[in-house]
């Protein structure tokens, strides 16, 4: 079956809530870099918004489906298929980069590699807008589903030795496209240090 027949859990058609809500209320700024951006629905609103956005993902699929949505949306932006544990590909520095949905699929090797790459497209006192998967989400969401992450594990990673500061961790839901319809988030917004 091909990738473009199977709609994907997080293929909902719209944007996460708790990342247009962090829009209306102006907390996103300058150019952004959507991490695992899928279909593009969060990118989109945020150039709809008037951002320069950047998306990056490694499904050919969903990439083609993003550009589609901006073509059709009349909106700039671009969309590239690539590894978000490659950043070092992007010659950009971005004010506020977006992960709604990846960091909990890395393993604790990888997650290093994502950090080295943050930092690497992250201005000082830039932001990211990190959406994970919470340790309060039962575990039979899915056999083969991400990890669950929790908040000290997000201390953890984010911290001043690794170049970031956490600034605030609040729960939050994920839109799925599933039965359930949603699943308990983390809300993390993550400040890069000097």
Request: hydrophobic fraction near 45%.
């Amino acid at each position: 079956m091909s990738e473009q027949a199977v709609l994907m859990p997080w293929d909902v058609s719209q944007p996460q809530p708790a990342i247009q809500a962090l829009a209306e209320a102006e907390q996103m700024i300058g150019d952004v870099l959507d991490l695992g951006c899928g279909t593009g629905e969060n990118g989109l609103m945020l150039a709809s918004r008037g951002h320069m956005v950047w998306g990056i993902d490694a499904s050919e699929s969903a990439i083609s489906q993003a550009r589609q949505k901006a073509a059709e949306r009349e909106l700039e932006a671009t969309f590239i298929v690539g590894d978000a544990l490659n950043l070092t590909i992007l010659g950009e520095g971005f004010h506020t980069v977006i992960d709604s949905g990846l960091f909990h699929f890395f393993s604790d090797a990888e997650r290093e590699v994502y950090l080295a790459g943050l930092r690497h497209v992250m201005f000082s006192d830039s932001r990211l807008f990190l959406l994970c998967l919470s340790d309060r989400e039962a575990a039979d969401l899915g056999a083969h589903g991400p990890r669950r992450i929790q908040r000290s594990t997000l201390r953890k990673c984010f911290s001043a030795a690794q170049g970031f500061k956490v600034l605030q961790i609040e729960p939050a839901e994920y839109l799925l496209n599933t039965e359930a319809g949603s699943a308990k988030a983390w809300l993390a917004v993550i400040q890069r240090l000097e």
